[in-house]
């Protein structure tokens, strides 16, 4: 599974009030899998009529284009490289499946971020942050310290395999019963799975997202990580 990534921060403002905090920005972080370089406006010189994203290039314009930062070839390694700060090859440069589990390797017996790193959460944590995590995650997930919530997010939603269906949240099936891959912090997200505007999982994320946004106390910086599933595979628009 071949991916590209590009990775946005995009800086919102600045916490409010009285606060200790004041004055650090909310930030935004953005990674998005499979997405083609020149499939973004702002890389289509002449403009062309078929690659339009006006709202991501109003995005680079007041922001940062970071046109040289380059991704590991893959998926897994590449987000366990952002959430852990360190190159794909000093934490992980293998796509396994997440559940991959053996335990009697410390160090590479897991898929994604070893047991005993640091994730950016933890430090934006400790730095005063509300953190929040949405969508894919794919950074493993064989304990609970290497699900977001263990990596330092107060609360996240969305699913940790590569992909899963965008119409109701499996990713196959064991002794004939679906496995549903959608999870709500600490625990399956029962009842949301196969819901959602369009019966689509994107539509999912953006109600978490905007509910997320529009609960925050802007007293206190926010952290939030978006991992969009679309445009990775499956290949299947809203219904
Ligand atoms: C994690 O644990 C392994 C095995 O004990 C050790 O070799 C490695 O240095 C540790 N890494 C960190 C970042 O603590
Ligand atoms: C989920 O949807 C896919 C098609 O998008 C279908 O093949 C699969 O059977 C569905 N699974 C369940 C449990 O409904
Ligand atoms: C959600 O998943 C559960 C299994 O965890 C399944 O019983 C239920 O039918 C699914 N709901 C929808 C709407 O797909």
Same mark, same amino acid.
């Given at each position: $599974?071949?991916?590209?990534?590009?990775?946005?921060?995009?800086?919102?403002?600045?916490?409010?009030?009285?606060?200790?905090?004041? !004055?650090?920005?909310?930030?935004? $972080?953005?990674?998005?899998?499979?997405?083609?370089?020149?499939?973004?406006?702002?890389?289509?010189?002449?403009?062309?009529?078929?690659?339009?994203?006006?709202?991501?290039?109003?995005?680079?314009?007041? %922001?940062?284009?970071?046109?040289?930062?380059?991704?590991?070839?893959?998926?897994?390694?590449?987000?366990?490289?952002?959430?852990?700060?360190?190159?794909?090859?000093?934490?992980?440069?293998?796509?396994?499946?997440?559940?991959?589990?053996?335990?009697?390797?410390?160090?590479?017996?897991?898929?994604?971020?070893?047991?005993?790193?640091?994730?950016?959460?933890?430090?934006?944590?400790?730095?005063?942050?509300?953190?929040?995590?949405?969508?894919?995650?794919?950074? %493993? $997930?064989?304990?609970?310290?290497?699900?977001?919530?263990?990596?330092? =997010?107060?609360?996240?939603?969305?699913? =940790?395999?590569?992909?899963?269906?965008?119409?109701?949240?499996?990713?196959?099936?064991?002794?004939?019963?679906?496995?549903?891959?959608?999870?709500?912090?600490?625990?399956?997200?029962?009842?949301?799975?196969?819901?959602?505007?369009?019966?689509?999982?994107?539509?999912?994320?953006?109600?978490?997202?905007? !509910?997320?946004?529009?609960?925050?106390?802007?007293?206190?910086?926010?952290?939030?990580?978006?991992?969009?599933?679309?445009?990775?595979?499956?290949?299947?628009?809203? %219904?």
């Amino acid at each position: $599974m071949l991916a590209v990534l590009a990775v946005g921060l995009f800086l919102l403002g600045l916490a409010s009030g009285g606060s200790p905090n004041a !004055n650090l920005p909310h930030i935004v $972080m953005m990674l998005v899998d499979d997405w083609g370089w020149a499939n973004v406006g702002y890389h289509r010189n002449p403009p062309t009529r078929e690659v339009v994203t006006p709202n991501i290039d109003g995005l680079v314009k007041q %922001g940062l284009e970071l046109n040289q930062h380059y991704v590991y070839q893959v998926c897994s390694p590449s987000r366990s490289s952002l959430i852990s700060g360190r190159l794909p090859i000093h934490v992980n440069d293998l796509n396994v499946d997440p559940d991959h589990y053996n335990p009697d390797d410390l160090v590479s017996g897991y898929a994604g971020i070893p047991r005993n790193m640091t994730g950016i959460a933890e430090k934006m944590r400790g730095a005063g942050y509300a953190t929040h995590q949405v969508g894919k995650w794919d950074a %493993g $997930m064989a304990t609970p310290d290497h699900t977001p919530k263990g990596r330092g =997010f107060d609360t996240s939603f969305g699913y =940790f395999h590569h992909a899963n269906d965008y119409y109701n949240e499996t990713i196959g099936v064991c002794n004939r019963t679906p496995i549903v891959d959608l999870w709500d912090t600490d625990k399956p997200a029962h009842g949301i799975n196969g819901t959602g505007p369009d019966n689509y999982e994107e539509g999912l994320f953006k109600e978490r997202l905007l !509910n997320i946004v529009s609960k925050h106390d802007p007293s206190t910086p926010l952290f939030l990580y978006y991992a969009p599933h679309i445009v990775h595979k499956p290949l299947q628009v809203p %219904g």
